[in-house]
């Protein structure tokens, strides 16, 4: 059974830096098309990065130059490291798996909530 | 990266049928069949329901449906019933290699 459980989630102030961790059981994280999506309150989805099967990794406009994603294989564990941190970036993140047969977000983790405010 | 258009809400009655579009770009719906939809319920997890424009994950409903023309993707309910109310959202995959997704549609079934 695919589990995703991310942690790391908590208060920040702008400009400080999070860690996101999300590990993977059931699948191997480096095989896979693996995405964080935020959710801030009371709003909707946005995509926020994506890595690859083949290591790439590609990040929202928003995002681009503050925001890193890697994986640690031997961990099966994604990560997303957060730098320069804004109000804006508070949000739910979501750690997700891609669907078998697509890039798609299928398998999704519970969320971890990230707040930046002084 | 501007996000999808989707219609902030749509309602419709148990057994009626409801479409959601979703209208996007050249460089983003128009250009692959990578459309994919997801459902909400408050306080969950998005559950894809829909990719690649028309297919259905194993276990999604069929009376979930999806099609693309140009630009505009759209999600057809049929059937409504009431556990479909809840917050839908489109999202495509781009020239750029990103993925974008809509704004969201609040579907209340009356």
């Known amino acids: 059974e695919v589990q995703l459980v991310e942690s790391g989630g908590g208060l920040v102030q702008p400009g400080g830096s999070l860690r996101l961790s999300c590990a993977a059981s059931g699948f191997t994280v480096s095989s896979k098309f693996m995405s964080w999506v935020r959710q801030a309150p009371g709003k909707g989805l946005e995509w926020v990065s994506v890595?690859?099967?083949?290591?790439?990794?590609y990040y929202a406009d928003s995002v681009k130059g503050r925001f890193t994603i890697s994986r640690d294989n031997s961990k099966n564990t994604l990560y997303l490291q957060m730098n320069r941190l804004r109000a804006e970036d508070t949000a739910v993140y979501y750690c997700a798996r891609d669907n078998d047969s697509s890039g798609f977000p299928q398998h999704w983790g519970q969320g971890t909530l990230v707040t930046v405010s002084s | 990266q501007s996000a999808l258009t989707q219609p902030a809400s749509v309602s419709g009655s148990p057994g009626q049928s409801i479409t959601i579009s979703c209208t996007g770009t050249s460089s983003d719906i128009g250009a692959y069949n990578y459309v994919s939809w997801y459902q909400q319920h408050p306080g969950k997890a998005p559950k894809l329901i829909m990719y690649?424009?028309?297919k259905r994950p194993s276990g999604v409903s069929t009376h979930f449906s999806g099609s693309k023309s140009g630009n505009t993707a759209s999600l057809t309910i049929s059937g409504l019933q009431a556990e479909d109310e809840a917050e839908y959202y489109c999202?495509?995959?781009?020239?750029?290699?990103?993925?974008?997704f809509g704004g969201g549609t609040d579907l209340t079934v009356l």
């Open positions: 999202a495509s995959y781009t020239t750029s290699s990103t993925f974008v």
């Open positions: 690649d424009v028309s």
């Open positions: 890595i690859y099967s083949g290591d790439n990794t």
